[in-house]
């Protein structure tokens, strides 16, 4: 099985009111426990990340 590209793009700033990355909406903690992850917490966290970023774009406007 393919391991899954990180959703990182490199921008990374934790700076928002929650703690997420405003570049891929991840946690600090989460970016660091992205190798170590199941396929199945990956893809929870994946779809969570959308929404999140959603939150953020509303946020950052």
């Not at 899954?4 to 700033?13: F, L």
């Not at 909406?25 to 992850?37: D, I, V």
Request: aromatic content about 6%; proline content about 3%.
């Amino acid at each position: 099985m393919k391991k899954r590209k990180s959703p990182c793009i490199d921008q990374c700033d934790f700076s928002g009111s929650k703690g997420w990355c405003l570049g891929c909406g991840r946690t600090r903690n989460e970016c660091q426990k992205w190798k170590s992850m199941t396929p199945y917490n990956m893809t929870i966290l994946q779809k969570e990340l959308k929404k999140r970023m959603l939150k953020i774009k509303v946020e950052i406007s």
